[in-house]
């Protein structure tokens, strides 16, 4: 049962776009919200993270937005890069983690 | 090494064999969590222990499943009697400390189960 729920399952972004993933989450107790980034073969590694104290938190090119009273929260990729082509995972937190399905981004050259 | 070391890496087993599959965190890391991954599915949260405490095995999918940790540093998950819906890959995670905070995973470890 997942407790997070992602989307677009897919998402093919243009080289130089920019690359949107959405995450709805309904526990209120969670209070850290990451982004992983997983690529085949390997386990998911730390993207970026935010508290739902703020709004947003930007780490390069990537922006998580978070909107708590729509229990919403978003990761944006600017000047997508080939490179940048990966599942992506949003997660919510408590005291444990609890991650959503994923979402395939592949970058075109 | 400085990650977290998960082994085997691939695990092929008999329907109703068991398995074990290990964990060895970061060092000084207090909690550790087992995933499990199905092909193209986000991680499947199976249980999570805060040093040698387990404090959550709610995700647990039966009773054929059971996890240890007994000195609050290496972990094993043991599956008995493997079904094939068992086959996914098998993740652990750890964490510098209890409640929120980032987790670091392992490459995980890949059961078929034929």
């Known amino acids: 049962q997942q407790q997070v729920k992602q989307s677009p399952q897919s998402l093919i972004v243009q080289k130089g776009g920019i690359s949107i993933i959405n995450c709805a989450y309904e526990?209120?107790?969670?209070?850290?919200f990451p982004w992983y980034q997983q690529f085949p073969g390997k386990g998911p590694a730390l993207l970026i993270a935010?508290?739902?104290?703020?709004s947003e938190k930007k780490e390069g090119r990537f922006t998580i937005s978070f909107n708590k009273s729509a229990k919403q929260f978003s990761l944006h990729i600017m000047d997508s890069q080939p490179g940048d082509s990966a599942t992506y995972f949003c997660?919510?937190?408590?005291?444990?983690?609890?991650f959503g399905a994923g979402t395939r981004l592949t970058v075109k050259p | 090494g400085a990650g977290v070391s998960q082994s085997p890496r691939y695990k092929v087993a008999k329907r109703g064999q068991d398995v074990a599959l290990r964990c060895d965190p970061i060092?000084?890391?207090?909690?550790l969590f087992w995933y499990q991954q199905a092909l193209g599915q986000g991680p499947e949260f199976l249980t999570y222990?805060?040093?040698?405490?387990?404090?959550?095995k709610s995700g647990l999918p039966s009773d054929r499943f059971f996890a240890e940790r007994p000195e609050g540093s290496v972990s094993t998950l043991k599956i008995q009697r493997t079904q094939q819906e068992d086959s996914a890959v098998y993740l652990c995670?750890?964490?510098?400390?209890?409640?929120?905070?980032?987790?670091?995973f392992g490459e995980g470890s890949r059961l078929t189960v034929l």
């Open positions: 222990f805060q040093n040698e405490a387990q404090l959550d």
């Open positions: 935010i508290r739902p104290d703020v």
């Open positions: 526990n209120t107790a969670f209070d850290y």
């Open positions: 995670a750890s964490s510098f400390r209890g409640g929120t905070g980032e987790l670091f």
């Open positions: 060092s000084g890391h207090v909690s």
């Open positions: 997660a919510a937190s408590f005291n444990d983690m609890r």
